[in-house]
């Protein structure tokens, strides 16, 4: 393993923020996700935090709300060739093709590392049909006990049983995913939802009725990008999913729809996170926290970061929690 590379700040300047303000230190960052109580509203993205090892030389992981890791499957996978990552305007593509250990060497290998560390854990769970998703939320309840808080299913996985159509692009697809692993698990599910459909809403509500606890919205958006000169797609998969700020105005646009339609589901923001305003407006959209992703791969300290901004935005404001923000959107002419 590298050196530690932590980053020591210098203490942040007394301001005179006028006498509505809070100490920071007065401001209380917890938040409840689905039954999951988080110590702060900013959690990492799957995907781009592995497990957490590599960033914790960078700063404390524990120091997030949750460590939401990269999606296991019930079988080990290579991941797709290569290339398999693109830049793009404001974002990034991505075709990985969720490679991981398998559910039985992560709970072997990586799962022991993160309770000792003291994270608290959100799994992902990704698979091929109700019935791998079903076998992989069974072992990480069984085996992972008290140490995974929660689990998030990755619904934009190809349904193999039905012409590789994504899950989450489905209500009924979705929904039988969910009500698999609701039947061997009583750990909060989060379902994890893609923009790419007509009605994200609709979507949502299924899965909810099937017994999703909360929603991660969203997922990665479908897209492409091409050589000029070569021709040849810039990933060898053709597409990918389409990550990072160039995201965030959809990402808010489905994360205030559901909130509006179904205002008692907990919600996770995701898409596009990279600064503190950024996570007051996911909030305000609706969220009752968020997750940081493509941002991590610019700045690996941004989750420490945004933590420590999100406590002072809001000590400036005399703000006691980010739960007074939650939905706190004011339309034009109210």
Not at 100 to 116: H, T, Y
Not at 162 to 173: E, M, N, Y
Not at 272 to 298: I, P, W
């Amino acid at each position: 393993m590298s050196a530690d590379v932590r980053r020591v700040d210098p203490p942040a300047p007394v301001e005179d923020w006028g006498e509505d303000s809070l100490a920071p230190d007065a401001v209380n960052l917890a938040v409840d996700l689905a039954g999951v109580a988080l110590s702060a509203p900013v959690a990492s993205a799957s995907g781009c935090f592995a497990s957490g090892v590599e960033m914790d030389r960078f700063y404390d992981i524990t120091e997030l709300g949750a460590v939401i890791v990269k999606s296991v499957t019930r079988e080990p996978r290579e991941g797709l060739w290569t290339p398999r990552m693109a830049e793009t305007p404001s974002g990034m593509l991505n075709a990985i093709g969720l490679q991981n250990p398998g559910v039985d060497a992560w709970l072997e290998e990586d799962l022991p590392w993160l309770r000792d560390r003291g994270a608290t854990v959100i799994a992902s769970v990704a698979g091929r049909g109700p019935d791998d998703y079903r076998h992989v939320a069974d072992r990480l309840t069984t085996e992972g006990g008290e140490a995974i808080a929660a689990l998030e299913i990755n619904l934009s996985c190809p349904n193999v049983e039905d012409r590789g159509l994504v899950f989450a692009c489905s209500p009924v697809d979705s929904a039988a995913v969910i009500a698999a692993v609701r039947e061997v698990t009583d750990l909060p599910i989060l379902a994890k939802l893609t923009a790419d459909v007509t009605s994200i809403v609709d979507i949502a509500a299924a899965v909810v009725e099937a017994g999703a606890d909360g929603l991660t919205l969203i997922n990665t958006l479908l897209g492409m990008s091409i050589d000029a000169e070569t021709g040849r797609p810039d990933l060898y998969n053709t597409y990918g999913g389409l990550s990072g700020p160039a995201i965030r105005p959809i990402a808010l646009r489905a994360v205030h729809q559901v909130h509006r339609a179904l205002p008692h589901v907990p919600i996770l923001g995701c898409g596009g996170v990279r600064t503190v305003e950024d996570v007051v407006a996911f909030l305000r959209a609706g969220a009752s926290a968020v997750s940081v992703g493509t941002a991590t791969y610019v700045d690996p300290f941004v989750g420490s970061t945004l933590i420590t901004e999100l406590r002072r935005w809001l000590a400036r404001r005399g703000l006691a929690s980010p739960r007074e923000l939650i939905g706190a959107t004011h339309p034009w002419g109210a």
